[in-house]
């Protein structure tokens, strides 16, 4: 099993900068992708940003630019540096663990990121 804890939402302004953390503990997967989804009220859940073992990352069009996807290997932390934010980046925002083996994904139980216009 694995556990994923997220922090560092909140309530912030326009323009301001969030940087969002995604502890991980338990099993080790030798084939996986990290990523960070945001559900906003009324809509599906979509993907922000992914990176996978080997360090190449993904973005959505919407966070080109403005969001950065990390990870420490050594602390088993991932991060998402959010800058420049924008009132349509309200959402709850999720850390995922997808195993690429069985197709699993492992969720966290979110943090609200509300940004005030």
């Known amino acids: 099993q694995v556990q994923l804890v997220e922090s560092g939402g909140g309530l912030v302004q326009a323009g301001d900068s969030l940087r969002l953390s995604c502890a991980a503990s338990g099993r080790a997967f030798d084939s996986y992708i990290m990523g960070w989804y945001c559900q906003a009220p009324g809509k599906q859940r979509e993907l922000v940003a992914s990176i996978n073992r080997s360090g190449s990352t993904n973005y959505a069009d919407s966070v080109k630019g403005r969001f950065t996807i990390s990870r420490d290997n050594a602390k088993n932390t991932m991060y998402l540096q959010m800058n420049s934010l924008k009132p349509e980046d309200t959402a709850v925002y999720y850390c995922?663990?997808?195993?690429?083996?069985?197709?699993?994904?492992?969720w966290g139980q979110g943090t609200q990121v509300t940004v005030s216009s």
């Open positions: 995922n663990l997808h195993v690429l083996q069985t197709g699993y994904d492992y």
